[in-house]
């Protein structure tokens, strides 16, 4: 059965599945930073589940996360080849999705529902250390960090993510490359940017344009979406792994200029991706059909073994 097909059949009559999940999000599947239905489950498991103090991802023991992804699983189907990358995704959002509804308590200074009496003095007095307020401040004032004379970071995707954003522009305009994201996050209504260094990224992708069609009328190249993000990859440098920007629009960037080869797969070669998991899956069917005949004649051999040890066959 093809791997597609099945996830097909699983969203539709699964009782209590919210979705298939699959990188592609074709036929109505869904995926991390994308679809809001992830990450208001995750909160969701997260508050039903929340039996410690734990400030952050890293003070949450491992059974309790393990836990979560548990009953993660029982919320959302997907196919077996992406099992790895699924629950790898699912720790990040949720580490991510934890220190914001931690920080949030804090802020509020009451204690909420899902957080036990004794659990939220253990986190109050710990936030009332030195060593706590010492990390606030030093948290705080990279933050808010000159960048070389840029100003503190910001942007108006409020609680977004970039990947999201670019779906709601793409059925917008059409469109939704690396720039377009970058100034519907950064521009205000009136056109000027709340960022500095966005506003510099957009002055330097203009000039490259007009660069590139210099003298050229009509151009004799067309500004294609590829062609776009390749300018603006280009122009931003990646540090630490992460483009300026594009937040979850890339799970990985390498030093050459591109991005990852799972993201290309996903988005731009899709008719491949399919194909290579319909070639897993063949071939796991087989590997299980060879264990089933193997499996079946050693039963045989094990069912004949005495009697041809009484017939004095083996003597």
Known sequence: MNPMENENQIQGGAPGVLGVLNP????????????????????????????????????????????????????????????????????????????????????????????????????????????????????????????????????????????KVADLLKEKTGDASYIDVLRETHKKPDGSFVDERAKQISEGFEKNVADLFEDEIPPAEELTHEKKNEMYLKIVEATNGRVFGLGALLSEFSGKGGVSAIFENHMENEAAFKQKLEEIYQENMEIKERLNKLEGLQKMLELLSPRLSSTGVNN
């Open 24 to 163: 592609s999000r074709l036929n109505g599947t869904l995926w991390f930073k994308r679809d809001s239905v992830i990450t208001s489950e995750i909160r969701t498991i997260i508050r039903s589940d929340f039996p410690g103090a734990y400030r952050n991802y890293s003070t949450t023991p491992i059974n309790v996360k393990e836990r979560w992804f548990n009953t993660f699983k029982r919320k959302f189907n997907w196919h077996p080849t992406i099992e790895l990358e699924v629950k790898t995704m699912f720790h990040k959002c949720a580490a991510t999705k934890l220190i914001d509804m931690i920080s949030r308590v804090k802020e509020r200074g009451k204690m909420p529902y899902w957080i036990l009496d004794d659990q939220y003095k253990i986190l109050v007095e710990y936030w009332g250390t030195e060593k706590a307020k010492e990390r606030s401040k030093k948290a705080s004032k990279s933050r808010m960090s000159d960048r070389n004379g840029l100003g503190p970071h910001k942007h108006r995707a409020g609680s977004r993510s970039y990947a």
